[in-house]
């Protein structure tokens, strides 16, 4: 049988791993697809930039668009990132009839409803493997291995580059702008690296996984987003003392009336495995009603990585090929008309427990009024730790771990705190999950 075309938009970090990876193991991707992949043509910004990856036979354009049309590319694989004009160039593909396998979640998480209902009308596939932690096979795992159970919670570290950051910061004491440039070097980061940061790459992350575990539409704008950047070395210290870890959580729970959906630092104990994940590798816990824990490990970003996940959607593709629209895998797991409209609820109902950092004036009466104010909130209190006070700035550090509560009460809490100046800046307050049952 004779190969499939496909076009490639993109010959960056991902693009020249797919490359690579299609020409290396050409021979075993086509006894698994049952036939060749080969890629035809691709698009890029700078024809005059040297390509780390063997073109020879690849017609290479400026314009995406001619990729798009050309009538040899049978499938077109996205990988330039950004939303436009990405998205107008992946409905173009799908209104000619082309199936689509695209790496970019910010394109997914914001208009995936739009591309998928477009596809579902078409009768085309748009597989998207590699937008959700990389090389880790996580989409075909919660839409298709776990199909069985109710998921009750997912929660991942899922997104490369900051948990490289932090271990980096962690293990060596680094700067986080010189390990930045070091992701960025090594193709971790989005183009915009505040992506990475300030939590967006993984919240359109974890806007996927949720419309997948749960059924429900994708609801970007409904995600409670914090990043790294204000996780201090001191946080990290008093953590590992307590037998805590902190990483980048995003976190998808079901819950009483609604869906939790959150990206933040968490605590979390340092004897679950998850908490062990380093570097730039991404781990995702997945809790369902059956099966119990099940937890997926791997490279989070990185060329051949990312790619590995391109063409096993490539080869789910090249399958499709044959395969009735109607028998084929629903692209959010669920069927389209079977999707839940239960809401994704505020950040003030969520449950959760609480690290509450508080530099406090060293006087008495002040741990017995804070732990009053807690008290009056019905906040109960897992655990105090208090360092020994600085007598030149006379001020001492307390470390507050809390048990479950309202994220509203625990608010209301620390603004009475705060309001009682006894302390001498803002409490620093993140959130912890057990991640157990
Ligand atoms: P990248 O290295 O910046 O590559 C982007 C490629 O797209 C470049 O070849 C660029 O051309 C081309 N491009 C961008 N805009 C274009 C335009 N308007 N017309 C023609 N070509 C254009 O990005 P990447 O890291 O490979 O990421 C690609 C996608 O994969 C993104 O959606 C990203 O979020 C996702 N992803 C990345 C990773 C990772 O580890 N890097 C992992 C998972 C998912 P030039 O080379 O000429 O500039
Ligand atoms: N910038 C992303 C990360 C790439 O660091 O996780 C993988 O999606």
């Keep these: 049988m004779k190969p499939v ?10 693009g020249c791993g797919t490359v690579q990876v299609l020409a290396r193991n050409g021979d075993e991707i086509a006894r698994r697809a049952g036939r060749g992949i080969v890629v035809v043509a691709a698009a890029v910004r700078d024809l005059a930039r040297e390509r780390e990856c063997d073109l020879d036979g690849v017609r290479l354009t400026d314009d995406p668009a001619s990729v798009v049309d050309d009538p040899d590319v049978e499938v077109v694989v996205e990988l330039m990132g ?60 919660l839409r298709e291995g776990l199909a069985g159970n109710r998921i009750d919670w997912v929660a991942g570290i899922i997104n490369g580059t900051g948990n490289f950051i932090l271990t980096e910061m962690r293990d060596h ?67 590992g003392e307590l037998g805590y870890r902190i990483k980048h959580l995003g976190i998808a729970r079901r819950a009483e009336g609604g869906f939790e959906l959150r990206v933040h630092p968490t605590l979390i104990p340092e004897r679950r495995l998850i908490a062990n994940v380093d570097g730039v590798m991404n781990a995702v816990l997945v809790m369902g009603d059956a099966v119990g824990p099940t937890l997926y490990y791997g490279a989070g970003a990185g060329a051949e990585a990312t790619a590995s996940a391109v063409v096993a959607d490539l080869v789910d593709v090249v399958r499709a090929l044959t395969a009735d629209p109607e028998n084929r895998v629903p692209h959010l797991a669920f069927q389209p008309g079977a999707l839940s409209d239960l809401p994704i609820l505020p950040m003030a109902e969520v449950r959760t427990s609480f690290y509450l950092r508080l530099r406090a004036h060293d006087r008495p009466g002040v741990l017995a009024d804070i732990t009053r104010v807690l008290g009056a909130h019905s906040i109960s209190i897992e655990a105090i730790l208090q360092r020994e006070p600085d007598p030149e700035r006379g001020e001492a550090t307390i ?15 620390i603004d009475e705190i705060e309001a009682l100046s006894h302390l001498s ?13």
Excluded: W
Excluded at 402 to 410: A, I, L, S, Y
């Design 173 to 239: 004491g680094r700067d986080f702008g010189d390990v930045l440039a070091e992701a960025q070097r090594r193709g971790y980061a989005e183009a915009d690296p505040t992506f990475d940061v300030e939590g967006i790459d993984a919240a359109h992350k974890l806007c996927i996984l949720a419309a997948i575990a749960f059924g429900i539409p994708l609801q970007f704008e409904r995600i409670h987003v914090e990043g790294i950047s204000g996780i201090t070395r001191e946080d990290v210290t008093f953590a």
């Design 82 to 141: 950004g939303t436009e004009p990405a998205r107008t160039l992946v409905l173009q593909a799908i209104a000619a009839g082309k199936h689509v396998v695209t790496a970019n979640k910010a394109l997914i998480a914001l208009h995936g409803n739009e591309i998928f209902a477009r596809a579902q009308e078409k009768g085309v596939v748009v597989a998207f493997e590699a937008a959700v932690a990389g090389g880790i096979p996580i989409i075909k795992a």
């Design 425 to 437: 800046s803002p409490v620093t307050r993140i959130r912890m999950e057990s991640l157990a049952r």
């Design 399 to 413: 470390i507050i771990l809390t048990h479950q509560v309202r994220e509203g009460d625990m608010q209301r809490a």
């Design 5 to 14: 075309r496909i076009g490639l938009l993109g010959l960056g970090t991902v």
